[in-house]
């Protein structure tokens, strides 16, 4: 089965007579699409309205549906097609919200003023106090320029705003940090640093996310520097993570040693030279990447990698294959070698479905949708903050890829995201190391 990206939900009515379902599910199945959801939204005693999601992956697809559809006996009615991802992001996903309730004019007084001077007052004699009396300590800013939004290329910072705050959803939902989207109407090198310094001061963390190749590495290189509060491009650092635990988990599964395998890295942008340096730097000896880009090979070199010529060579002579262009369908599946690793990272497509990958000959395969950064973020955050750690550095890193591996079941590459105890764990391991390295404890 190949994964369809379309996702429509088709509100139809059939007559209550049994059989019917059946009837509309043979004829979506017959055009090649996947049902996922059926909910039954009334039974009445002539009739039964159900919503039936579907999984396509073009509109022409669609179209067939409908068409099917409608063909079918006397009765059966499609209603409506709706986007139910488009829907769901009516309004934006996200608010900044009151902790405190203010319905009468003394809590107005507390929250607001007079009584908030004195607590101004109070930071302006100790700033260490904002940590206890704001929100500054518990608040990252996901940064974005939006020159390399997903897959999907220099798209703006406006449009991809869906995915900063689908990142603070998530901040929130899984590790209680607020997230809060700044979209930068710059995309100079120089211009991103100084805001990003100057909008610092209301944060306890800057996630830089989806901010393109080559600029990203200066930018968060001197952010690093320059602020003292942790700063980490996702796209690098929380990808690398998530790679390097599904990698420990193959070879677990495999009973190979991951830092006896060979590595091919395809793409070498933001997260393809973060995924070399983060194996190289864990101790795997041979590590390969390639990209059509002399720059980026380059780059990878001055950061004592090997580099490929070809896409070809990689996938003949390497055991785990990592791909990061971009690109859907690069991996053709006359490539894949019996037994390969194969992570196609891409989103919002990878470049091999797994499926295919897999009926190719290889071992373990995932795409992007598996293997994803979501699985880093947030608890690296929570346990950067909770250890007042003044930066991300390489050994929280790898204490997030463990806990991540830990919490993988046997035969799995990585644990389902929206399972608590993993970002728990996250947190907890990064806090540990973090705290061992900066406070001593
Ligand atoms: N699963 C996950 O958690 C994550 C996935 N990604 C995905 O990785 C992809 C790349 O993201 P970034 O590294 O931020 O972008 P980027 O633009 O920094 O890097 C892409 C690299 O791929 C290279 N490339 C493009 N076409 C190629 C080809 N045909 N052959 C060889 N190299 C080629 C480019 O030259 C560039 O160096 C995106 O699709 C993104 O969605 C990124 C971060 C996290
Ligand atoms: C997941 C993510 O950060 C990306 O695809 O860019
Ligand atoms: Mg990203």
Redesign the pocket.
């Known amino acids: 089965m190949i994964t369809k990206h379309m996702i429509r939900t088709l509100m139809i009515e059939t007559p209550t007579v049994p059989g019917n379902l059946g009837k509309v599910a043979t004829a979506i199945g017959l055009v090649g699409a996947d049902i996922g959801e059926v909910e039954t939204v009334k039974v009445g005693p002539t009739y039964t309205m159900r919503n039936i999601t579907v999984q396509v992956e073009t509109e022409e697809q669609l179209n067939e549906i409908i068409t099917a559809i409608e063909g079918l006996e006397k009765g059966i009615k499609l209603h409506t097609v709706s986007d139910e991802v488009l829907s769901a992001h009516e309004g934006g996903k996200i608010a900044m919200k009151s902790k405190m309730p203010i319905k009468s004019l003394a809590e107005l007084r507390r929250v607001y003023t007079p009584g908030v001077a004195d607590v101004c007052s109070l930071i302006e004699r100790e700033p260490d106090k904002a940590e206890i009396y704001t929100t500054i300590n518990n608040s990252v800013a996901i940064v974005t320029d939006g020159?390399?939004i997903?897959?999907?290329?220099n798209i703006g910072p406006v449009a991809g705003m869906p995915v900063m705050e689908g990142k603070a959803a998530l901040f929130d939902q899984l590790a209680g940090i607020s997230g809060v989207p700044i979209l930068l109407d710059t995309t100079d090198p120089e211009e991103i640093i100084r805001t990003v310094k100057n909008i610092a001061p209301g944060f306890g963390g800057i996630l830089l996310e989806?901010?393109?190749?080559?600029h990203?590495f200066e930018v968060e290189d001197r952010l690093k520097e320059e602020l003292n509060i942790p700063v980490m491009h996702?796209?690098?650092h929380?990808?690398a993570v998530?790679?390097l635990a599904a990698a420990i988990s193959a070879c677990k599964s495999a009973g190979i040693d991951l830092k006896e395998a060979k590595v091919g890295q395809?793409?070498?942008?933001?997260?393809?030279?973060?995924i070399c340096r983060m194996f190289m730097a864990y101790g795997v000896q041979a590590v390969y990447g390639?990209?059509?880009?002399e720059m980026?090979m380059n780059r990878l070199k001055e950061y004592g990698g090997q580099t490929s010529s070809n896409?070809e060579e990689l996938m003949e002579t390497c055991d785990i294959i990592i791909?990061?262009?971009?690109?859907p369908g690069?991996i053709k599946k006359e490539f894949v070698k019996e037994g390969q690793v194969i992570l196609a990272?891409?989103?919002?497509?990878p470049e091999i479905e797994p499926e295919v990958a897999l009926e190719a000959g290889a071992a373990y395969a995932a795409?992007?949708?598996s293997?994803?950064?979501?699985l880093g973020f947030p608890g690296i955050f929570r346990g950067a903050l909770n250890a007042k750690s003044k930066e991300v550095n390489h050994e929280m890193l790898v204490a997030a890829a463990e806990a991540i591996a830990s919490c993988t079941k046997h035969g799995d590459l990585v644990p389902d995201p929206l399972q608590p105890e993993v970002h728990e764990k996250v947190a907890e391991e990064v806090e540990r190391v973090a705290r061992r390295v900066y406070v001593g404890v």
Do not use: E, F, M, Y
């Open positions: 020159t390399a997903l897959g999907l290329g989806d901010i393109g190749s080559p990203c996702d796209d690098q929380g990808t998530v790679t395809i793409g070498l942008g933001a997260a393809g030279v973060a390639t990209d059509k880009s980026a896409i791909a990061t262009t971009g690109v690069l990272l891409s989103n919002p497509r795409d992007g949708r293997v994803n950064n979501v």
